[in-house]
């Protein structure tokens, strides 16, 4: 390296203190500058940034709702995904199963609140998150949705842009533990105190922000470049060949799988605070599976039941809804529901609910997030 | 601790402090380095850091033996070289290929399910140490250089970290050197290792990471990505394998010129490879020679005529394939490798394939009839054709890649612009290697300019930490 331009030769400690601070001094400005850029933008770039995050979107929000409002009933929250969400295109018509779950309660004498934490998008991370700030408020019953096809990849699926939500919720003690599991699992290089941090120096979306909004810049040329080459696109995978790989990989093995962990970790805690817990698994369409492949419904019950057991949940806390549906109440091949979906996967879900809370009423509540974790 | 994680950033820093600011002697900066590289790697796995520091020491004692007993009984100096490489051969065989070949002996034989003990987990950086103890046995076999009489140089020289995950992979005839006398650590040094620092940084962060979220979202996909979308994959795979590979190397290079050592060249801008061979003078140089010198040429190299010279080449590259990974897609890779090098060693000795520059000079090299630019462009496509089964899960994935390319589908999402971009940006910087030095021009910069780049990239980061990734190599 010696001998380099005009700069080789004997370095006098005068010599090097100069070319440090030559160095340094733009380098900080620099950094000094952008950062203010970022802080002066920081509002509408932080819009940006937490407008991708699906928990952000929904569940956060009508988390804080519920914080807010007093306890008047007994509280049942349920986390899932978007298999929650029934519609029937073309003229849609939209429910949920925490709508049908709240109706069919409902119907008769109102004796539990339904606090609806799903939301498209959502991982089974999120729960494990969710449920840190659910908890604060009295909780009666926790259901989870498990959607099969997020076992399907052996990793948990990437969807870090989503992330950031999950660390918000969490308090730098608990950040440090998902960090630890996430390692552990080999699941994710997110990094839940980092992004804590950033949360509260007020910054958390702002990088996201300048970063997606350079992307957004980028995926506007991109669709303005299909248009102008007039590039054909298509607006569905082909459906047979997605369900014949499906069918293959629903053969997975559930219980090994990171979300078990994930699953278990959340019962665990559920189970630590006296929190009742129902697990459901939501309805595949295996009408159809049937008769695509060497689908075995058999094989998949079996390696449901081996899911069961390693998360821990007893057979009342477990329910298994992933055959109950016909084919035509799925809305497309990753098991969305139909309009009149929703309604059925709600009954069993509240037969089984109302078994739990005529058990256990509504003194199985925890009032302090901390005691658990 | 990934390089690209503040973890690292906040290690690194105490590191430097330490070994500039407090400790003076060399003898301690060394046990330092020593012990900081073992917490690295227990910072991954403590169990596996006793595997590290007992195969260490075990090839450390070996390698004494074999340099004492070579000359007077070079049986058992052999025997010795034997029972080394045995062991480190052995332990790479059980950590990462035993399950892939009781598998593979399963689906001929129908054998149960694999037992427990054969579904392990690959310690972290396996097959770079290993071939670092190796390579150092045998060169004191072979009495190329004599051990070290120093076990805490040798433990160093294996498990140096800036290069302890995922190399290069260092001979000792070049870090053992290094070790004898203190390094005079300048402001020259100081400013090529930053600049090879930030250059690695934005390869990884910015570049890598961002063409893996398009790579990675087509290959889970294949099925349902158009033909454009899976052709795009193919050029955004291969420049996101070197930016990936590349910046981890350049990082590694940085952090190790900061302590005052050099590392060996591992990319020499591959892409503009004219030909097999010399793409393998250009990429992973460390692994290419580490192979050439002991595989290749203890297999008989070129001396044995030509059909023995081809079966020679393949037999190399597809052990070179199944480095990286127990999966039939590497053997594949590897094996298309040998195969090319092969056909380009047969082809280059024919007269119509080449002509004389006529210069007169006997010396002179010979070119290929055919334009330059030609040559590299079915260099790099052929180079870029083979990462496909590379990166795919399976073989079953790789063909139903081509198969989607060949099937015209069209498009799932928006033309993948940013890949292009990026992809292009490779080429670029590639062709822009070719008219300029940038690490000699870089030095001309003013220091004032350097920090004010240096600043961006740290922003730079900033803005792309959040889709991070894993390096690739780390898996293999």
Redesign the interface.
Known sequence: MAGQGGRAGHESPSDVRRAWLALAVPFVAVVAACLALLWTYREPLAKIGAGRGAAERGALRRLEKWRRKPVMLPRMVMLGDSLNVCTTPPAPRTTTVGLAVHAVINRGHRRFDVVDLTQPGLLPLYYYALLDDALETPVSLVVFELNLRTFLDPRVRAGEERLPGLARTLDFDDALRVREALEREGMSTFDPPIMRLKQQLGLLYVFEGARQGALDLIGAGAAWATAALGLPRRSFPAFGEVTRRLSLSYMVDYAGHPNATVIREAVRELHAARVPVIVYVAPIDVERLRGTSDFDPEELARRLEDLRVSIGLTNEEWLDLHAILPSERFRDYQNHLKFEGCAEVGRPLVDRAVRHLVKRPADARRTSAGTAR | M?FN??YFLVFLALVLIVHHGVLRSFAARKMFLLAVSWLFYASWSPRFLLLLIATTWIDFQLARIIHRTRAVSPARARALLIASLCLNLGLLAYFKYGLFLYDSAGAVLALPPAPGFLAVVVPLGISFYTFHSISYVIDTYRGIRPPTDSFPDFALYVAFFPQLIAGPITRWGFFGPQLATQPHV????I??S?FLLAVGYVKKVVCADSLG?FV?GVY??I??H?W?ELLVAIYAYAFQIYFDFSGYTDIAMGVA?LLGFRLPENFRHPYLAENPSEFWRRWHISLSTWLRDYLYVPLGGNRHGTARTYVNLLITMLLGGLWHGAAWTFVVWGGFHGLWLAAHRALSGRDWWRTSLRTGDAAAPETPRTPRWLRRTVTFHLVALAWVPFRSASLGDALAFFEGIASG??????????PI?LVLIGLATHGLATRLEIASWW??V???????V???V??LM?????????FIYFQF
């Open positions: 990934l994680s503040l300048g402001m020259a040094r400013e090529a930053l979220g990675d889970g996909n099925g349902e158009g454009i010129g589908r069209p498009l799932l999402h928006p033309l993948p612009v940013g971009l030095r001309t003013p220091r004032p300019v350097q920090g004010a240096y600043g961006l740290v922003i900033a803005l792309f930490h959040a889709q991070s990734g894993r």
